[in-house]
């Protein structure tokens, strides 16, 4: 019916509102795309919560910190299922790399402001997809990584703390150790030490030639060891002696990466970016 013609009979015309779609925030007026652009800026770009509501205001947006902050839990609400999805992939990989720093933690129940806690990091190696996610625990104990692992069976890549040992099923590869405290008498394993193609093999002939060439670094290490720590102390000898098989495990798979760098640059963004 034309519409002059419902104007006269005085018909309405009902209107349909379609639902509103579920909000990420009830209550809220945030958009996924305004959640998911404060998480980039956060946990990429390491933008803090305080200097994003400075920027918010010069555009005219009051917009609190404590907002966003509630923003950043719910939507690791939302995250939770993709998480804990990466994390089944993590742990069906072959290789994997581990590492935790400490984290400062304000109001936290129980707890004194000056007691660290700890933000753990696991990622995948070069070979598997590029997965790294985080977790935040209170303390260091290795039965974190082990609880957190469960269902790994493969090669990890470490330091050499020792709470590692604690994960069953897998061999411990050693990250690097370093020479920074001439008391420990540690030598100095990483990509320095090696050529790129020894970390980095693509094929099957470059993975036996790189395994041939790490053997021949770690028999030079091995002999220099009883005179690099000949006139060092008994903490060095038996911390040398304690990693030594870890580094040994880097010979049975040359593909994997002997560089710290991949953890720590992970680890950077959320200890700086707060």
């Not at 809220?28 to 998480?39: D, I, R, T, W």
């Not at 700890?118 to 995948?124: D, G, M, Q, V």
Request: hydrophobic letters at 35%; charged letters at 25%; glycine letters at 6%.
């Amino acid at each position: 019916m034309p519409a002059a013609a419902r104007e006269r009979e005085e018909i309405r015309t009902p209107i349909v509102t379609a639902p509103m779609p579920k909000p990420v925030c009830p209550g809220s007026l945030a958009s996924p795309s305004s959640l998911a652009y404060v998480m980039t800026q956060k946990y990429v770009d390491s933008q803090p919560l305080y200097r994003q509501e400075q920027q918010f205001a010069r555009l005219g947006l009051t917009i609190s910190r404590q907002t966003l902050a509630n923003w950043m839990i719910r939507g690791a609400e939302w995250l939770a299922l993709l998480y804990d999805r990466m994390r089944e992939h993590l742990r069906k990989q072959d290789i994997l790399h581990a590492d935790e720093t400490t984290l400062q933690v304000l109001r936290e129940p129980d707890k004194a402001a000056e007691t660290p806690s700890y933000l753990w990091l696991y990622r995948t190696g070069r070979t598997g997809p590029p997965i790294v996610l985080y977790e935040y625990q209170p303390t260091r104990n290795g039965d974190h990584a082990r609880k957190f692992l469960s269902g790994f069976t493969g090669y990890l890549h470490v330091d050499g703390y020792a709470g590692y040992h604690k994960v069953p099923g897998v061999t411990l590869e050693r990250r690097s150790v370093s020479e920074d405290d001439p008391n420990q008498g540690v030598l100095l394993l990483d990509a320095t030490c090696a050529p790129a193609d020894v970390a980095y093999p693509t094929n099957l002939n470059l993975l036996n030639e790189a395994r041939e060439k790490l053997e021949n670094i770690l028999d030079t290490l091995h002999a220099l060891m009883p005179v690099r720590f000949a006139n060092r102390g008994h903490i060095g000898r038996r911390r040398a002696k304690r990693s030594w098989p870890w580094l040994n495990n880097v010979v049975q798979a040359a593909k994997r990466s002997v560089r710290r760098s991949a953890n720590n640059c992970g680890l950077w963004p959320a200890t700086f970016g707060s």
